[in-house]
């Protein structure tokens, strides 16, 4: 760590979160929660370095989409304005070999799994179905449903225990990504259900930013979402999901606990959406202006910036690198996504079954067929 950069440990206070970066920029050195549990992060001043670079890129490339979007070459876009800290922290605590399974904002933990960010657009361009290996990457496809992906990720964290890839340092761990909405869900809670009966080595990631499209939080549920790991036989935690060192310490303690056969954990990740729901919401219908400018006084990347600037450990000149080569990656990523050939609607056929079969071929002939009539015409 830098010299002198943290303030003295603390307790939690009732209703409180895990929190090592204030908003202003102070380093928390310890957090102690009720069951004696200490969080704290030992990173080199690259480290911190590198986590505010993935910062403002992942915001960045963000941003792009959202204007490729209003300018018609997405269908749609869902922004992860005001989660970077929840997704960078959490991605970045995932060791080589845990799976992640997402839901369809989750840009930044793509990111830093090492995916070309180029991936998603395809998907929300109408291109193809966001084409990565989730094998290769261990992060699965993004998924539309809300709350499905959790029965996924419940069901593979099974295997993993079936497998023997657990009870030690190097075994393998999963996490679930999903919003404050998706509690509310079946499928979420039927997979706590199976998760803590069967032990199963898996994180549930819940990035509560406040809204479930315009429903708020106090129409999802009367407790803190955290609370309700309870009922299910495993433990539950709050982070500042603004924080981006918490919740780094938070996801990695968890997944370890995962990997080592001491089953599920809730992470609560408490943090913001700062702009709309997806590209087809207009928040200013449901919340207020005042509100979103007392989270901005919250944001991820100006408090992790205090703390360099405060510590010495960056000077404008990075500051400016970071930004420059971000904006250089976004341009790069629009002029790929206006590169993108649109696919022949025949297309559709090609990947129902890996090997094909009759009927398909037969449906594929026929398409093609009417197609072609009407070819010269003024259709």
């Not at 070999?97 to 070309?116: K, N, S, W």
């Not at 998907?123 to 290769?136: K, S, Y």
């Not at 261990?138 to 009870?167: E, P, R, W």
């Not at 106090?218 to 999901?241: C, H, K, N, S, W």
Request: charged letters at 25%; one cysteine or more.
């Amino acid at each position: 760590m830098a010299k002198g950069e943290s303030v003295a440990g603390s307790d939690i206070p009732a209703g409180g979160f895990v929190q090592l970066l204030t908003p202003d920029g102070e380093r928390v050195d310890t957090v102690t929660t009720a069951d004696g549990t200490t969080y704290s992060v030992d990173f080199t001043d690259e480290e911190y370095r590198g986590l505010y670079r993935d910062l403002v890129t992942v915001r960045r490339l963000d941003s792009e989409a959202v204007a490729l979007q209003r300018q018609g070459e997405l269908g749609i876009w869902a922004s992860l304005l005001g989660q970077e800290a929840a997704q960078v922290g959490s991605g970045r605590a995932l060791r080589p070999q845990d799976m992640a399974f997402p839901t369809y904002r989750e840009h930044g933990v793509l990111y830093c799994r090492g995916i070309d960010p180029i991936m998603p657009f395809g998907l929300f361009r109408g291109v193809d179905q966001g084409g990565w290996d989730p094998n290769e990457f261990k992060f699965n496809t993004y998924t539309i449903v809300i709350g499905s992906q959790t029965l996924h990720a419940t069901g593979y964290a099974m295997g993993v225990t079936m497998d023997g890839k657990t009870g030690s340092a190097d075994g393998e761990a999963v996490i679930a990504y999903f919003g404050d909405g998706a509690t509310s869900q079946g499928e979420v809670n039927e997979s706590f259900v199976w998760s803590g009966v069967f032990n199963a080595p898996i994180v549930f990631f819940c990035q509560n930013n406040q809204y479930a499209i315009s429903e708020p939080l106090e129409r999802q549920t009367r407790v803190p979402l955290y609370q309700r790991a309870g009922g299910y036989g495993f433990p539950g935690i709050r982070v500042d999901g603004n924080d981006v060192l918490a919740t780094y310490a938070v996801t990695r303690a968890a997944l370890d606990n995962a990997r080592n056969g001491q089953g599920p954990t809730l992470i609560e990740a408490y943090t913001y959406r700062m702009g709309a729901h997806t590209s087809s919401d207009d928040p200013t219908r449901y919340r207020n202006g005042s509100e979103v400018e007392a989270w901005k006084a919250k944001d991820p990347i100006s408090r992790l910036k205090a703390f360099l600037s405060k510590q010495k450990i960056a000077k404008k000149d990075f500051f400016a690198e970071v930004d420059a080569e971000a904006n250089r990656q976004a341009l790069d990523l629009r002029e790929r996504v206006l590169e993108m050939p649109d696919p022949q609607p025949v297309t559709l056929f090609d990947n129902v079954y890996p090997n094909g079969s009759p009927e398909i071929d037969a449906q594929r002939t026929a398409f093609a067929e009417y197609q072609a009539s009407f070819e010269g015409s003024a259709h």
